[in-house]
């Protein structure tokens, strides 16, 4: 009991007195904040406003990277008209035009927008890998110290947060009253229902305190659009229900894999397509394929699992993935391609029936989306962004499993039906909702509504 206390009492000091020299140092950094943002705007950018995206990596070329570019393509009219400048807070240590290529490549748009990148230089704060210990209260420090980097070095008018730096948000406004905050919130930084009695004492505080502070830094915020309604949900029991919490689907390329035709001659192929992430349970989707393989032997499906990686962290991760199957025997069955172009993520979906997602609680659930849009009976995990925004009812547009034997059930019905008159229908329904309710058309529509807010039009 009083190690527990003990514990909690240091988490307390830790934090509040790096809070307490961040506010002592703020009132330093006031004006030269001001005269910094004199200066550029009327030397440097010549501009009425600067709108500030904070996105430090720019470049992994995931769901989170096509929401800012395809944000920043939304508001560019908008910006244009306004006089106001765009730039992209960022660690990254490539130019502008090696990301704007890679982008264009991964994404399969044009990017007809102009914008400067901002870099910031303590990359430590930004790296989740970083902060073992602590973690949650380690996030939150370096939200803060990488968010007064950015805006100091580049004071915005607007600050658009795109991955969830929320704890940054007071000290936007402390440093500038008048900075408006957009928040396109992925994923809550913190839960209640991470929050259980039965955990140690002293995690039990440490996170209602992590829970309430996150619940105080997101007033700080004008508009926030969560990206499903799973995260709306939680965004209103955090924040409260109000108007300035919007949904705002992420963008799915429906376009360019709807074209893939239903009626090509398909192998039986199983696809999977999503970073090299921990939180995305590839392992989970390798232990459905071997359970596939053992309880069906008259098939012989080969699994194509497709990803990104950003860095060493998720090498490694691919790494064990591949040891992993060689140790459940079904290496020979199973290709990993990482870091593909577009095109070639078409080219192998074309010639494939079924598609799996098995991340638990996936806020929403961009490549899931693209895979119904391709004609693949899709299967997704039965909770988060899939059960209540995409996937729905089960065997409309897909099907819903939870653990490795109801995906490898799954995937068998799916192969089994995909060309009978079942299967037909799910993939009809599939493609239909993927093209109407998730393009990337209507996110840029809604989003530029959205920000028309914090942007009005003169």
């Given at each position: 009991m009083i190690s527990d206390l003990y514990i909690l009492f240091k988490l307390v000091t830790v934090f509040f007195s790096f809070v307490s020299v961040?506010?002592?140092?703020?009132?330093?950094?006031?004006c030269f904040t001001n005269f910094r943002k004199r200066i550029l705007m009327n030397q440097v950018f010549e501009s009425k406003k600067i709108i500030g995206f904070y996105h430090p990596y720019t470049n992994a070329c995931g769901g989170g990277e096509k929401v800012l570019f395809l944000a920043l393509k939304a508001i560019s009219v908008m910006?244009?008209?306004?006089?106001?400048?765009?730039?992209i807070y960022t660690v990254e240590d490539q130019d502008a035009e090696e990301?704007?290529?890679?982008?264009?490549?991964?994404?399969?748009?044009?990017?007809?927008?102009?914008?400067k990148l901002v870099r910031i230089t303590r990359r430590y704060f930004t790296d989740q890998h970083s902060v073992v210990k602590l973690s949650l209260l380690n996030q939150a420090i370096g939200?803060?110290?990488?968010?007064?980097?950015?805006?100091?070095?580049?004071?915005?008018?607007?600050?658009v947060d795109t991955i969830g730096v929320g704890f940054g948000y007071p000290f936007v406004k402390l440093f500038s009253p008048s900075t408006k905050v957009v928040s396109y919130t992925h994923y809550p930084f913190i839960q209640k229902d991470m929050i259980s009695p039965e955990l140690p004492r002293y995690k039990f505080f440490y996170y209602n305190l992590m829970l309430w502070l996150?619940?105080?830094?997101?007033?700080?915020?004008?508009?926030?659009?969560?990206?499903?309604?799973?995260?709306?949900?939680?965004?209103?029991?955090?924040?409260?229900?109000?108007?300035k919490i919007?949904?705002?689907?992420?963008?799915c390329n429906t376009t360019a894999f709807s074209k893939i035709p239903f009626d090509t001659a398909k192998k039986d192929n199983i696809v999977s397509f999503s970073q090299f992430r921990p939180e995305k349970d590839q392992s989970g989707q390798?232990?459905?394929?071997?359970?596939?393989?053992?309880?069906?032997?008259?098939?012989s499906p080969h699994f194509y699992m497709i990803g990104s990686c950003r860095g060493a962290e998720d090498e490694k991760l691919l790494a064990s993935l591949q040891e992993e199957a060689k140790e459940l025997g079904i290496d020979q069955k199973v290709t990993f391609l990482k870091n593909l172009p577009q095109q070639e993520v078409i080219d192998i979906m074309a010639e494939a029936k079924v598609a799996i997602h098995t991340m638990w609680n996936e806020h929403f659930g961009i490549s899931i989306?693209?895979?119904?849009?391709?004609?693949?009976?899709?299967?997704?995990?039965?909770?988060?962004?899939?059960?209540?925004?995409?996937?729905?009812?089960?065997?409309?547009?897909?099907?819903l499993s939870e653990t490795p034997k109801e995906f490898a059930t799954a995937m068998q019905l799916a192969l089994q039906t995909y060309n009978t008159a079942v299967g037909k229908s799910i993939r009809n329904t599939a493609r239909k909702a993927a093209i109407e309710q998730f393009s990337d058309e209507a996110f840029m529509e809604n989003f530029s509504k959205c920000f028309s807010e914090v942007l009005p039009q003169d």
């Amino acid at each position: 009991m009083i190690s527990d206390l003990y514990i909690l009492f240091k988490l307390v000091t830790v934090f509040f007195s790096f809070v307490s020299v961040c506010l002592i140092l703020t009132g330093m950094f006031l004006c030269f904040t001001n005269f910094r943002k004199r200066i550029l705007m009327n030397q440097v950018f010549e501009s009425k406003k600067i709108i500030g995206f904070y996105h430090p990596y720019t470049n992994a070329c995931g769901g989170g990277e096509k929401v800012l570019f395809l944000a920043l393509k939304a508001i560019s009219v908008m910006a244009k008209r306004t006089k106001s400048k765009i730039v992209i807070y960022t660690v990254e240590d490539q130019d502008a035009e090696e990301i704007v290529q890679r982008a264009a490549e991964r994404f399969n748009f044009k990017v007809d927008f102009e914008f400067k990148l901002v870099r910031i230089t303590r990359r430590y704060f930004t790296d989740q890998h970083s902060v073992v210990k602590l973690s949650l209260l380690n996030q939150a420090i370096g939200n803060i110290v990488s968010v007064i980097e950015a805006i100091t070095t580049c004071p915005p008018d607007i600050f658009v947060d795109t991955i969830g730096v929320g704890f940054g948000y007071p000290f936007v406004k402390l440093f500038s009253p008048s900075t408006k905050v957009v928040s396109y919130t992925h994923y809550p930084f913190i839960q209640k229902d991470m929050i259980s009695p039965e955990l140690p004492r002293y995690k039990f505080f440490y996170y209602n305190l992590m829970l309430w502070l996150y619940k105080t830094v997101g007033y700080s915020a004008d508009v926030i659009m969560a990206n499903s309604t799973w995260t709306q949900k939680h965004c209103k029991s955090l924040w409260g229900d109000t108007d300035k919490i919007k949904r705002v689907y992420p963008p799915c390329n429906t376009t360019a894999f709807s074209k893939i035709p239903f009626d090509t001659a398909k192998k039986d192929n199983i696809v999977s397509f999503s970073q090299f992430r921990p939180e995305k349970d590839q392992s989970g989707q390798l232990k459905a394929f071997y359970e596939l393989l053992e309880a069906h032997k008259e098939i012989s499906p080969h699994f194509y699992m497709i990803g990104s990686c950003r860095g060493a962290e998720d090498e490694k991760l691919l790494a064990s993935l591949q040891e992993e199957a060689k140790e459940l025997g079904i290496d020979q069955k199973v290709t990993f391609l990482k870091n593909l172009p577009q095109q070639e993520v078409i080219d192998i979906m074309a010639e494939a029936k079924v598609a799996i997602h098995t991340m638990w609680n996936e806020h929403f659930g961009i490549s899931i989306v693209e895979m119904m849009a391709a004609g693949l009976i899709t299967i997704a995990h039965n909770s988060g962004g899939p059960k209540a925004d995409i996937i729905l009812e089960e065997g409309k547009r897909g099907y819903l499993s939870e653990t490795p034997k109801e995906f490898a059930t799954a995937m068998q019905l799916a192969l089994q039906t995909y060309n009978t008159a079942v299967g037909k229908s799910i993939r009809n329904t599939a493609r239909k909702a993927a093209i109407e309710q998730f393009s990337d058309e209507a996110f840029m529509e809604n989003f530029s509504k959205c920000f028309s807010e914090v942007l009005p039009q003169d």
